[in-house]
């Protein structure tokens, strides 16, 4: 389990179904689900008697905060108003200048290593994607210094939290032989970086990020967000957007890579919808195959392959029975590749996300952000975001997958690759230069 849970959890869906029961770590007791009925009536129908689970609220919470990702109830229902103008229409927008602006700096780096040979993409867009994010919410000015900072601390107490959660048996060990605390020290250190954007932009003009739209927005009682709440907030956007863009690219680069037919027709799509523009919001509708191609790669690799619930009352789904308190498993990896639901799920086919097959899609197969009123605030960010990259990235660059890899997942909080993907970047013949889009 400890080494690859979907290996162990897709074996026990071929052996019991698409429901079982099963012990964490050898010692939590879980339902694990990959039945669209079950995860709907617990995402959704009757998502009020499920909350995130232990796992989320006390070893997210330890470490982040109380915020959009580790609260519930009317606290969360709260934050989550406030917060959603800041992944509106108009907020994106007005973000694709800093987006575009952050991606430029970061392909300058990018486009001086894959010059010197072949690269594993997923650490530099890793890289790129939290650059974009970080200075979507905090604005131009953040030093790279501080992103680096940023990222590696979110990096590092992420693998930690993984351990807790699949070896809690370690837990008194970690306390006691000064791990837990080298992980608070390394999260504190990041806190003190971005508390003191926040205390510098009070005293400055309005930008146009996503921190002014925290610092806007206004409880019922008319006061806005205190500086610890800003903090909480900000990390956990930036713990949400993190890896999921990053590793999202990193596989569809790599599918992309085994079927040139689906790359050349991006391309071409690129071509006609932008020309040699840059991608804003207002265009993100008319490159319908290039979401058909994320929407395949999210299906294939979901960055969170794995969603947990706790049910607060007992409760039943058909002949499911579900005890107070037990964990629900939704298994997003496994209902994404159920062969009951997707004809040859392992093959990689955008057109079943064309406008006609999506319509056959049962609820609560294809769920890459979730589902129900939990779902991802930050999904249609994530989806500008990948078009954005992948429309600079494939008018710059061919792409060559490096022969004699094994490609596997690596289920961490995120499903990253095991062993990364390594690629050539070879300028694109005839189209444009490494300094223009």
């Not at 959603?84 to 486009?111: P, V």
């Not at 596989?251 to 027709?265: A, F, G, I, K, N």
């Amino acid at each position: 389990m400890a080494r690859n849970p979907i290996d162990v959890l897709s074996k026990y869906t071929a052996l019991y179904g698409d429901t079982f029961r099963f012990y964490l770590g050898g010692m939590k007791e879980a339902l694990v689900t990959r039945d669209p009925a079950v995860i709907q009536h617990v995402l959704k129908t009757n998502a009020e008697n499920y909350q995130k689970s232990h796992i989320q609220v006390k070893r997210m919470g330890h470490f982040l905060g109380k915020g959009l990702l580790t609260t519930h109830g009317e606290a969360w229902r709260t934050q989550r108003r406030l917060i959603q103008k800041g992944f509106d229409r108009r907020q994106l927008e007005a973000l694709g200048s800093i987006m575009q602006d952050s991606l430029q700096e970061s392909l300058r780096e990018f486009d001086r290593q894959v010059r010197l040979g072949p690269v594993d993409v997923y650490p530099h867009l890793m890289k790129m994607t939290f650059a974009m994010v970080a200075r979507s919410l905090f604005g131009a000015h953040l030093k790279d210094e501080d992103i680096r900072l940023v990222s590696d601390t979110i990096s590092t107490v992420q693998e930690f939290i993984v351990r807790q959660t699949i070896e809690p048996y370690l837990n008194p060990w970690f306390a006691v032989s000064g791990q837990l605390r080298r992980h608070e020290q390394m999260r504190m250190r990041a806190d003190g970086v971005l508390s003191g954007y926040i205390r510098q932009r009070r005293g400055q003009p309005p930008g146009h990020d996503l921190l002014q739209t925290l610092m806007d927005a206004r409880y019922s009682d008319g006061q806005g967000m205190s500086d610890g709440m800003l903090l909480s907030e900000s990390m956990q956007l930036l713990v949400a957007g993190h890896e999921t863009s990053s590793n999202s690219l990193s596989w569809l680069l790599y599918l992309l890579s085994t079927r040139p037919d689906c790359l050349e027709r991006v391309r071409q799509e690129i071509d006609s919808v932008l020309g040699s523009a840059p991608l804003g919001y207002a265009q993100v509708a008319e490159l319908e195959y290039s979401t058909q191609v994320i929407q395949e790669g999210l299906r294939l690799y979901p960055p969170f392959w794995m969603v947990d619930r706790v049910a607060m009352e007992e409760d039943h789904v058909g002949d499911v029975v579900i005890p107070r308190g037990s964990m629900v498993i939704v298994y997003v990896y496994g209902a994404h590749r159920a062969d009951r639901y997707w004809p040859d799920p392992e093959s990689f086919d955008p057109e079943r996300f064309n406008r006609e097959n999506v319509k056959l899609h049962a609820p609560f197969t294809h769920i890459p952000f979730g589902g129900g009123p939990r779902s991802c605030i930050g999904a249609n960010y994530a989806i500008f975001q990948m078009l954005m990259i992948l429309s600079v990235l494939l008018r710059r660059y061919d792409l060559h997958l490096e022969p004699g890899q094994k490609i596997a997942e690596r289920a961490m909080v995120i499903l990253r690759p095991r062993q990364g993907i390594r690629m050539s970047f070879p300028a694109a013949g005839g189209r444009c230069g490494a300094d223009s889009y």
